[in-house]
């Protein structure tokens, strides 16, 4: 029998030495500068039971891929910043974001962040893949809901969580305020079932509800400044564009960086900031401009391509001379790996962008650039 000599002593509860990202809701509450970590195109295929048919050159560990590396590296320099939120801009898991590759890969190197990660889909999250000798079924999402917002022992995806609904009505479009910031995550993936093919903007289609969801939201929003962001771009900086990268040619996206042009002219109507997107394997920023791509320094909108998460890089679109094919791009790398850090002030933002890894096959000189700069919110 125990003996039990007087009341037992009180014991302090522990402490977290550093208190980063939990001290984020006394944060909302007094502080007036955020910072919003942002990149796409990111995890590698894990070569593992599932993938036993699949190309290796499509692979982690493929020698042309930034492969784990690459995802581990732009993961930690993300954690280094010690983000309030964290933009996902697509393609977060290649090649068909099934639920087993989430898990296997971008949970392998990401995963620490996820509760703060906001994350917007991709074509690989969707679509089929049938290049390079591959041949996988598109997912529709299903593996992509599954991994943000949880799901039931089958696998099958919760309706609602952290990436928006998952329902027939809403396939995960949402928004959110950090202080003064209102940011806006789209779902560009109209090519699909889940969306019944329908890419217009003005019928009853998915694709139309959201449009008309995302007028709602920006009449509602009552905050100074906006971000939105998705994944296809509407204007180009590579090669690996399906349609031509001129300024004043929208749609560099494919199909659905056209079908985003509406989206363009309601955020550039209300005065948008910034517009990220990935899908593009490069860094690049572009001069402010109106929905029709021209060249707007009093109320355009800047777009950013952050497509630098781990996949394969892709060359940059250039004319004989090696200025940029689009005119509007200010300046654009594609050597290597990195996530971008926005500073969100109370009408103002900062940025930087310097990657974290080298492209593969390239020395370490690569890691020379940076991109810094600053801007004001538009009224």
């Not at 969580?161 to 305020?177: I, K, L, P």
């Not at 109106?290 to 890089?313: C, H, M, R, S, V």
């Amino acid at each position: 029998m125990a003996t039990f000599f007087g009341a037992a002593a009180a014991v302090a509860a522990p402490t977290i030495d550093n208190d980063w990202p939990y001290n984020t809701a006394v944060k909302a509450d007094n502080a007036k500068t955020y910072t919003l970590a942002a990149v796409g195109d990111i995890a590698c295929e894990p070569d593992d039971s599932a993938n036993t048919a699949n190309p290796s050159s499509l692979k982690c560990g493929s020698p042309s891929l930034g492969g784990y590396d690459a995802e581990f590296a732009t993961a930690k320099q993300t954690d280094a910043m010690k983000p309030d939120a964290v933009a996902l801009l697509g393609d977060e898991q290649y090649q068909v974001g099934k639920l087993s590759d989430f898990e296997g890969s971008f949970e392998q190197a990401w995963g620490g962040l996820k509760f703060l990660e906001r994350p917007a889909p991709g074509n690989h999250e969707y679509y089929s893949y049938a290049k390079k000798g591959d041949n996988e079924a598109g997912q529709n999402g299903d593996g992509y809901f599954a991994y943000f917002n949880g799901h039931d022992q089958s696998g099958a995806p919760n309706t609602s969580g952290q990436a928006g609904d998952d329902t027939s009505a809403d396939q995960g479009w949402y928004s959110y305020n950090l202080g003064n910031w209102h940011i806006i995550s789209l779902n560009a993936e109209c090519n699909s079932a889940a969306f019944g093919n329908d890419c217009s903007t003005t019928d009853s289609g998915l694709l139309a509800q959201e449009t008309h969801w995302l007028t709602d939201d920006l009449k509602n929003n009552q905050q100074q400044c906006t971000i939105a962001y998705w994944h296809q771009p509407t204007f180009s900086a590579t090669t690996a564009s399906t349609a031509t990268v001129a300024a004043s040619a929208p749609g560099a996206g494919g199909q659905e960086g056209q079908v985003t042009d509406d989206w363009w002219k309601l955020l550039y109507a209300n005065h948008a900031t910034l517009i990220l997107n990935g899908h593009e394997h490069a860094y690049a920023r572009f001069k402010p401009m109106n929905p029709a791509g021209q060249y707007d320094p009093k109320a355009g909108i800047p777009e950013f391509i952050i497509g630098t998460g781990g996949e394969a890089l892709d060359a940059l679109a250039t004319n004989a001379d090696g200025t940029y094919a689009n005119q509007n791009v200010v300046t654009a790398y594609n050597q290597g790996y990195g996530t971008m850090k926005l500073t969100l002030k109370q009408h103002r933002y900062s940025f930087s962008y310097a990657p974290a890894l080298q492209g593969a096959g390239l020395s370490a000189s690569a890691l020379e650039y940076s991109d810094s700069g600053s801007g004001s919110c538009n009224s």
